[in-house]
């Protein structure tokens, strides 16, 4: 990780968790002064301990490390919700379906943010019996191609991935998708909403 947990996380979370420096203290194993020097950033615990705070605090390693606690109210699944992150050290894309702290490369990734397709980068949809046939208008060499393409439907999405000097091309099942996505090494994330063919 690019970051280790400081002393004001632990503070904010304990205060969450409506417990006193002592009693955190008497959950890991450790003084109530060790908790206070860690709060005042006199002191950082030992990263023996990390796996054990997080379980105190009933959250994630990862989610202590960043600071961020996830509540994820998307507890229905929709993957209409779906958030993409793509690493810029390796290309390794990664979906969730809500809220999530998701790190590459010892970097913390931030969702993508879809953008409506522009002239750069035209899709066509056609229907070719029960699937789509998706096509984005777009070069496909080394330096610049469409990295993956994905169909959301509310339960289900297909991502296919796609590799420079192939084509910019995919088929879905047609079955409830509303949305597809695309994703420009270097221009980012495009979303085609209400998908219905042409």
């Known amino acids: 990780m690019n970051q280790y947990v400081t002393g004001s996380v632990i503070k904010t979370l304990r205060e969450k968790n409506s417990m006193t420096q002592l009693q955190l203290a008497e959950k890991l194993g450790v003084s109530d002064k060790t908790v206070s020097k860690w709060e005042t950033g006199r002191g950082y615990p030992d990263i ?95 330096e610049h191609y469409i990295s993956f393409m994905a169909a959301a439907s509310s339960d289900d999405i297909q991502m296919i991935k796609l590799y420079p000097e192939g084509g910019a091309e995919a088929r879905f099942r047609i079955r409830g998708v509303r949305k597809i996505f695309y994703y420009c090494n ?13």
């Open 186 to 198: 270097r221009d980012g994330l495009y979303c085609r909403y209400n998908v219905k063919a042409q």
């Open 48 to 142: 023996t301990l990390l796996e054990s705070i997080a379980d105190a605090f009933r959250i994630s390693v990862t989610e202590l490390l960043s600071g961020n606690p996830i509540f994820n109210a998307n507890v229905s699944a929709n993957m209409l919700k779906s958030e993409f992150y793509v690493c810029p050290v390796c290309g390794n894309v990664i979906h969730s379906m809500g809220e999530s702290v998701i790190s590459c490369h010892g970097i913390q990734l931030s969702p993508l943010e879809a953008e409506e397709p522009d002239e750069n980068h035209g899709i066509t949809v056609e229907r070719v019996d029960d699937e789509y046939y998706v096509c984005v208008d777009h070069e496909m060499t080394k």
